[in-house]
């Protein structure tokens, strides 16, 4: 709780702040809205925004998952020899280039309006920091540890799951950090193309002049990603309390 | 405190007592070596005797540690060759480095065990030999810890203990107490040559300290700043058995002497 506190003040002073000057008429309510006026909403429509909130969650982490566990097979599979390295990863550099919010119709032709088009956007969006961070990672192995391992006479696969994989853990868990952030903002485009959730809430409510309820809406989504970290967080602690400096303090 | 042996003096090299694993010959005929331009072993021929403890001097970046690669295989030379007799080295060559290069994740015990997972050997056996090791390095009390926890000395007797657990017929020795403080290295070249007397492995030790060379070799190279041309190559005529009072005796002074006019002398 008490490390809690120092992001927490920053946050009453934005609050009590953009109240005031609303209030005050500095600020037009139909631009920005009242703090108050946003968590009435959230009481007021809790049952629309908390079950988009749901769906969100659904298609942010089953896109999240997939980019996890995808991006750290290619990373380890691009990281196996330079030759695949110069074939493959200028691909994937260009998967990452292609802005989403115009590939998400595509999506949608492909995938067809619901949860698959979401959790592809959320996919697409987050894959690539995993891929990057993994590769890194292993990459940057400690070179007397692999003379070492080449010097017992280690095979490849007892070389990458003694020391490669577990000597870039660290970074793989930063890639992951950024990819969940990333997962909820892939999430969200893919529900204003082609799903239901917080994206089509924000996309519905625009057209309504609601910004109240865009607010309440991005609040929730902004929840969720800080879950996400906050969970990759843990995962982190957990792997590395032990042994790596991020976490020992 | 690390724990004393029982060893008893002995006159040469060849004729080690309790040698459990005994050493071998390392024959290095015309080896040359190049990154790009740069020669850094050119033509370097030299012969080393089993059980023999060698120690080769020679400044910073005169191509000691590329020379250590190559008897390891860990780096090919262009030309040359480099023969180990007998030949069945494979598992036989432990490396220690100049910094400990420790697998943080893994506890003491669980480092020390590692050429041994490599090499396929069974879990109860293999921390049962770690745990001896570490014994040899007067570790045991520290093996469930981790890395992180250990001060320098310590990382660097766990990397030595982990050298020593496959009980290596080559063992090599790149700088290893370099960044130590003096009397943790003292400690250290103490049980090194303990552990060599023991064993009767060969050991090729390099250093750019002249009094850790005199104290823990047999024999001593001492290297030109270009090329690893030997400029002296000298038997050491010391006490096989030594401890820190042999570091006041005037032999000890007067090999230290030798060592230093060859170091100081123009290429």
Same mark, same amino acid.
């Given at each position: 709780m008490r490390k809690?506190?120092?992001?927490?003040?920053?946050?009453?002073?934005?609050?009590?702040?953009?109240?005031?000057l609303v209030r005050a008429g500095w600020i037009k309510a139909f631009l920005v809205p009242p703090p108050s006026a946003v968590f009435e909403t959230l009481i007021h429509d809790w049952r629309e925004l908390f079950g988009a909130l749901a769906k969100t969650s659904v298609g942010a982490l089953a896109g999240f998952a997939l980019s996890a566990v995808g991006g750290i097979a290619i990373g380890v599979f691009l990281s196996s020899s330079s030759a695949i390295r110069q074939a493959f990863y200028p691909y994937a550099v260009f998967f990452q280039t292609v802005p989403i919010i115009a590939i998400a119709p595509l999506l949608v032709?492909?995938?067809?309006?619901?949860?698959?088009?979401?959790?592809?956007?959320?996919?697409?969006?987050?894959?690539?920091?995993?891929?990057?961070?993994?590769?890194?990672?292993?990459l940057s192995t400690d070179p007397a540890l692999r003379d070492l391992f080449i010097l017992y006479g280690a095979s490849p696969s007892a070389t990458l799951w003694r020391l490669r994989f577990p000597a870039a853990l660290p970074q793989i868990l930063t890639g992951l950090r950024i990819a969940g952030g990333l997962a909820v903002i892939g999430a969200i485009v893919g529900e204003f193309i082609g799903g239901q959730g917080l994206g089509s809430v924000v996309d519905v409510a625009r057209t309504q002049q609601r910004?109240?309820?865009? /607010?309440?809406?991005?609040? #929730?989504? !902004?929840?969720?990603? $800080?879950a996400l /970290?906050?969970?990759?967080? #843990?995962? !982190?602690?957990?792997? $590395?309390?032990?042994?790596?400096?991020?976490?020992?303090? | 405190m690390i724990p004393r042996p029982r060893i008893n003096p002995i006159s040469g090299a060849e004729q080690v007592p309790g040698n459990e694993a005994g050493g071998v010959r390392v024959a290095l005929d015309k080896v040359r070596r190049a990154f790009g331009e740069l020669v850094v072993v050119a033509d370097f021929s030299l012969s080393i005797t089993t059980g023999e403890f060698l120690a080769i001097l020679?400044?910073?970046?005169?191509?000691?540690?590329?020379?250590?690669?190559?008897?390891?295989?860990?780096?090919?030379?262009?030309?040359?060759?480099?023969?180990?007799?007998?030949?069945?080295?494979?598992?036989?060559?432990?490396?220690?480095?100049?910094d400990a290069h420790l697998l943080p994740w893994r506890t003491v015990l669980e480092n020390v065990a590692l050429p041994l997972e490599l090499m396929g050997i069974g879990v109860t056996e293999r921390l049962g030999r770690a745990s001896a090791a570490l014994d040899e390095v007067g570790l045991r009390e520290a093996e469930s810890r981790y890395p992180a926890q250990l001060s320098g000395g310590m990382r660097m007797r766990v990397s030595l203990a982990r050298a020593l657990v496959t009980r290596p017929r080559l063992l090599l020795l790149d700088e290893p107490f370099a960044a130590l403080d003096e009397i943790t290295r003292f400690r250290l070249d103490a049980r090194l040559r303990e552990l060599w007397l023991e064993r009767g492995m060969t050991v090729i030790f390099v250093t750019h300290s002249i009094t850790e060379a005199a104290f823990l070799a047999n024999r001593a190279v001492v290297l030109t700043r270009k090329g690893c041309g030997i400029k002296l190559d000298r038997r050491l005529e010391l006490p096989q058995v030594r401890d820190n009072e042999m570091r006041a005796m005037p032999e000890f002074a007067s090999e230290m002497q030798g060592l230093l006019a060859a170091m100081e002398e123009e290429d």
């Open positions: 809690a506190l120092p992001a927490f003040i920053p946050f009453v002073i934005v609050v009590v702040a953009l109240e005031s032709i492909w995938f067809g309006y619901g949860m698959r088009t979401v959790v592809a956007s959320a996919f697409i969006v987050s894959i690539f920091p995993v891929i990057a961070n993994t590769l890194t990672g292993i910004t109240d309820k865009v /607010f309440a809406a991005v609040l #929730l989504a !902004s929840l969720l990603g $800080l /970290f906050g969970f990759i967080n #843990l995962l !982190s602690r957990v792997a $590395l309390r032990r042994w790596h400096v991020s976490e020992q303090n | 020679g400044p910073s970046g005169c191509g000691k540690s590329t020379l250590l690669r190559l008897v390891a295989g860990l780096t090919a030379p262009d030309s040359g060759h480099i023969g180990i007799t007998p030949d069945d080295t494979r598992f036989h060559t432990a490396f220690v480095f100049q």
